[in-house]
């Protein structure tokens, strides 16, 4: 069953600690995306990788940090930096580059008490 | 500043009317082009996209999506809507440029359908 797994669902965290979620895909895609959704402001990049061991800082990267270290894996840090971390985190990857389609896991829910 | 812009951010409906839904993207460039759905409790789901051809792109469920580059928009819509279309939907374009390429999303529009 091939397709982007994300977990935990709904992850809660206290003020101040860091939390990584987690995001992995068995489709065989070069490129891996994490992006924030926030109500009324669709869906905005915070890191992309399109190759292992490589990666780049989206529009919101602040208080975030990515990995890459094996294909099918890109795990996501939520810093204690990050000022606003409560919201829906999607994952997501493309066969190859930027311009190419990409499909999306189904979300960590992430809120900061 | 590159941007996707979708200018219902609500819509309500009964069953069977038509829908349409407005995306504009300001770019004057080659275009990649998207519309996405999430339903209640799902995932975000690829409905259509557009490349390059035939600039009516047909896509999953009965939608459809007309590209008109004239007008820097690619409008999605679906003569008949029904109870289960009910959901949100995002407008998505990637500007092909020398250095970079990055998909935008525009802000979603919330698709009501009631029975």
């Known amino acids: 069953d091939g397709g982007i797994t994300q977990s935990p669902k709904y992850l809660f965290r206290k003020e101040g600690q860091n939390v990584t979620l987690s995001c992995e895909q068995n489709?065989?895609?070069?490129?891996m995306y994490w992006y924030r959704q926030d109500p009324g402001q669709g869906l905005r990049l915070i890191y992309y990788?399109?190759?292992?061991?490589?990666?780049q800082k989206g529009d919101i990267a602040e208080g975030y940090s990515v990995s890459r270290e094996k294909k099918e894996s890109f795990p996501l840090t939520v810093t204690s930096a990050q000022k606003n971390p409560t919201a829906f985190y999607l994952c997501?990857?493309?066969?190859?580059?930027?311009?190419?389609?990409?499909?999306f896991g189904p979300g960590t829910r992430l809120t900061v008490l | 500043a590159q941007s996707v812009s979708q200018h219902n951010h609500h819509v309500i409906l009964s069953e069977a009317a038509s829908l349409e839904l407005g995306c504009n993207y300001s770019?004057?460039?080659?275009?990649?082009l998207f519309w996405y759905v999430q339903y209640p409790g799902q995932h975000l789901q690829l409905l259509l996209k557009?490349?390059?051809?035939?600039?009516l792109v047909k896509g999953i469920k009965g939608f459809e999506a007309e590209f008109i580059k004239s007008k820097f928009s690619f409008n999605l819509r679906k003569p008949s809507v029904q109870w289960s279309d009910t959901a949100e939907y995002f407008c998505?374009?990637?500007?092909?440029?020398?250095?970079?390429?990055?998909?935008?999303f525009g802000g979603g529009t919330r698709v009501l359908v009631k029975p």
């Open positions: 990788s399109q190759i292992v061991n490589d990666f």
């Open positions: 557009y490349f390059s051809g035939d600039p």
């Open positions: 770019y004057g460039g080659t275009v990649n």
């Open positions: 998505a374009v990637i500007l092909i440029k020398a250095a970079g390429n990055k998909l935008t």
């Open positions: 489709l065989n895609h070069d490129a």
């Open positions: 997501a990857s493309s066969i190859s580059g930027r311009t190419d389609t990409q499909y």
